[in-house]
């Protein structure tokens, strides 16, 4: 028996190899334009920022001066003046404790409803979830007199439960629709599971959801938290009297018509910012994990 001898191949019968241009490659000049639109959106965006935090430090004639310069004769007296010779400590006081049931309150009632709307098929589900579009679609503008007579037949007009309520109706609509589409992305095995082990409803969103949904947790209370720390429009309308001022409001007594004082302003700006900042680090790492979550089809 014989056998046949393997064939050689020459390396010119063997096919061409194609060199393919590299996808995602730029080019030097793209590059350049590239870093270079980013650097100048990024001082656009800080540029202001900068400014404020550098004038809160000028005298007052320095501030209004048409000289442009970065510090000139840099001083504590602006947050001397705000911390202790204004209302500044009871506005923060009422912020913080507005700004706070906001966002605990606006949290269960996000959760709950989000979770039912997820989970259960009830009558008039869909048109809740319709009522809940619908509001969004309304500005403020036009919200504020039918809450201030409602709140007015309350008799919470000058007090800061009014604010809460108000708020609520902004961020729990919002964080609820956020909410249902987190819950949408948990599988349902997990209930399934958890109710045979004997678990009811209330105890499964408790234990078993609650600790999953932790991202979208923390991005409805930063929201809420922020839809109540910086709104001025309902606080300018249910609160009256100088003692029951929320910060953002507040800081509207620094720039009366004829005489503003910029350099108290620009000082009381920066200290509002130091809360809001802080809740946001807390939250930072749960952000985009629960903001690209909550935008599942449900």
């Keep these: ?8 191949v020459s390396r010119s ?11 995602g490659r730029r080019s030097p000049a793209a590059s350049i334009a ?10 656009i965006a800080i540029g202001p920022i900068l400014w404020v935090v550098l004038s809160s430090f ?4 320095a501030v209004q001066s048409t000289e442009i310069t970065l510090v000139k004769d840099p001083t504590f007296a602006n947050y001397e ?19 706070s049931l906001t966002m605990l309150i606006g949290i269960f009632f996000s959760a709950t409803t989000g979770y039912a709307l997820s989970r259960f098929n009830f009558p008039g589900r869909r048109s809740l979830m319709m009522v809940f579009l619908i509001t969004q679609m309304f500005p403020v503008s036009i919200l504020i007199v039918p809450i201030y007579a409602i709140m007015a037949s309350l008799g919470l007009i000058n007090t800061l439960p009014s604010l809460v309520i108000a708020y609520l109706t902004i961020a729990v609509p919002f964080c ?4 249902k589409g987190y819950f949408d992305s948990i599988p349902t095995s997990l209930d399934e599971a958890a109710s045979l082990d004997g678990c009811g409803p209330f105890r499964i969103f408790w234990r078993v959801i609650l600790p999953l949904a932790r991202p979208a947790i923390a991005v409805t209370g930063f929201y809420a938290f922020l839809t109540a720390w910086g709104e001025v429009a309902y606080a300018s309308a249910f609160i009256q009297t100088d003692d029951k001022y929320t910060l953002a409001y507040g800081l509207q007594q620094f720039v009366p018509q004829f005489n503003p004082q910029w350099e108290y302003l620009t000082a009381a700006a920066v200290l509002v910012t130091i809360p809001a900042g802080i809740v946001f680090l807390f939250a930072q790492k749960h952000l985009v994990s ?3 979550a909550g935008g599942t089809k449900g």
Excluded: Q
């Design 1 to 8: 028996m014989t056998t046949t001898p393997p064939i050689a």
């Design 13 to 23: 019968d063997a096919p061409a190899r194609v060199n393919k241009p590299r996808r």
């Design 34 to 43: 590239l870093h270079g639109t980013l650097i100048l959106a990024s001082l």
């Design 58 to 61: 000028k005298p007052g004639y």
């Design 81 to 99: 003046y705000v911390l202790f010779e204004t209302n500044f400590p009871s506005w923060f006081l009422n912020s913080v404790i507005v700004a």
């Design 176 to 179: 609820a629709w956020m909410l």
């Design 290 to 292: 629960g903001l690209t």
